[in-house]
């Protein structure tokens, strides 16, 4: 664990490796032969394979410290997440992968940082890695979004408004490939074929969902 906490920069409201190496204990306690005040018996209150209170709690309890432990681990690895921006209007529909975050992939971190999101933005403004990108995208002249318009290749969103803003047909366009590219990868990983009927389906609805 020492290992992959060697070089991670982290604000103090982050878990880091002490917190990481207890919640690991409490997961060996549990995958391995657990002392009997750590056991779900002892916890449930009865040897019988039914659920309890206690028994939940203390999964959920687990699953949300697990949880804050990667998300921790992940926006120190990539701490540009922190800094979303229209890449749409810089980049167009071929931005670079994998460099930033926009607004839309900012609500479910902003969410789950809460009050802290302002200590975590604060503590990793000044890396030199944010700072390079940051200023790699902001010196970029902004794309006339005519001209980001004319550039879409693919069918137009269904039940689009004519009178929609020029702003508003490129986000949606820019948020349906996105959901495209996320709903062929989870087909790709998790489908034999993806010719599959129920896979293309899957992706059929991914494109009318983020219109309507």
């Known amino acids: 664990m020492g290992t992959v906490y060697k070089d991670l920069r982290q604000p103090p409201a982050a878990l880091g490796e002490a917190e990481a190496a207890v919640i690991y204990r409490n997961l060996c306690s549990y995958s391995h032969k657990p002392l009997p ?14 659920q309890s209170q206690s028994v939940v709690q203390m999964w959920a309890y687990a699953f ?21 921006v229209h890449q749409y209007r810089k980049f167009g529909f071929n931005p670079p992968v ?6 839309s992939n900012f609500v479910p971190l902003r969410r789950s940082l809460d009050e802290s999101v302002t200590e975590y933005k604060d503590f990793y403004r000044s890396q030199q890695e944010v700072a390079d990108l940051l200023s790699f995208f902001n010196g ?12 879409w290749t ?14 508003k047909k490129v ?36 494109r009318a969902t983020v219109v309507h």
């Open 37 to 50: 005040n750590e056991s779900l018996t002892r916890l449930r209150g009865t040897n019988l394979p039914t």
């Open 64 to 84: 949300y410290a697990v949880s804050t432990v990667i998300l921790d681990m992940l926006i120190a690895e990539h701490p540009m997440c922190l800094f979303p």
């Open 98 to 103: 994998g460099v930033f975050f926009d607004k």
């Open 140 to 151: 970029r002249g902004d794309i006339p979004l005519a001209e980001i318009l004319k550039t």
């Open 154 to 167: 693919k069918e137009d969103p269904k039940g689009e408004n004519p009178d929609e803003s020029l702003e």
């Open 171 to 206: 986000e949606v366009r820019f948020m349906l490939m996105k959901a495209e590219v996320r709903a062929f990868n989870w087909a790709f990983a998790y489908g034999q074929d993806f010719e599959r009927p129920e896979l293309r389906e899957f992706v059929n609805r991914v």
